[in-house]
């Protein structure tokens, strides 16, 4: 099987203008070519005003590539970036609801918690909310640990990614600006001469 036929997970990062709808419009893009989201985040980025998207999805490096090509030709979209798992550093946050009366009669299932990595954040008389980060494959296995113990709720962050060899979209953003300077504000010759100019 050639390497671009073969499908795996990849990272599609996105700087955009914070424009009302654009996320509608991209979702579009995946919706048209039967794509499915893995997951999807979006936040403030490095740069003031300029927004980032973190899409996963599991697809060929053929059709990423199409696809992000698709992805730019948006108006307000500025960037396209895609990755492999290896190229990123990524996480997820993940919460697990848990009866605290268990907690506190089977001192093994803190302990397991402990060794997950995993945090208490919230302690009520009724339920214990612990936190844990990582892959999806730590998240998940706290889970199936959690499970006989009567795991009472379970919910995961989208991915969180910052792509190892990247210098930022700021760096990317003052070339582009070096290469493309703002041209100098000029007086409009045909200030005050609407009548003049218009009238034919």
Do not use: C
């Not at 005003?49 to 992000?68: A, D, G």
């Not at 803190?110 to 612990?130: C, M, P, Q, S």
């Amino acid at each position: 099987m050639s390497q671009d036929i073969e499908k795996k997970e990849f990272n599609i990062t996105i700087y955009t203008e914070n424009q009302v709808g654009l996320l509608n419009r991209i979702a579009i893009i995946f919706t048209r070519r039967k794509i499915n989201i893995d997951s999807l985040n979006t936040s403030p980025s490095e740069v003031d005003s300029i927004h980032r998207f973190n899409i996963v999805i599991t697809e060929s490096e053929e059709v990423v590539r199409k696809l992000t090509r698709q992805i730019e030709k948006q108006v307000e979209v500025l960037k396209v970036y895609y990755n492999t798992n290896e190229d990123i550093i990524w996480q997820e946050l993940a919460l697990y609801k848990v009866s605290t009366d268990v907690i506190a009669e089977k001192v093994s299932v803190e302990r397991l918690l402990r060794e997950n990595g995993a945090r208490a954040v919230v302690i009520r008389k009724d339920y214990t909310v612990f936190e844990t980060t990582g892959h999806r494959e730590e998240t998940d296995n706290l889970i199936s640990i959690l499970q006989p113990y009567g795991l009472i709720e379970f919910v995961r962050s989208a991915r969180v990614a910052i792509i190892k060899n990247s210098e930022g979209f700021n760096t990317k953003l003052r070339e582009f600006e070096q290469l493309q300077p703002g041209e100098e504000v000029m007086e409009n010759e045909y200030l005050n001469k609407g009548q003049k100019v218009f009238t034919m």
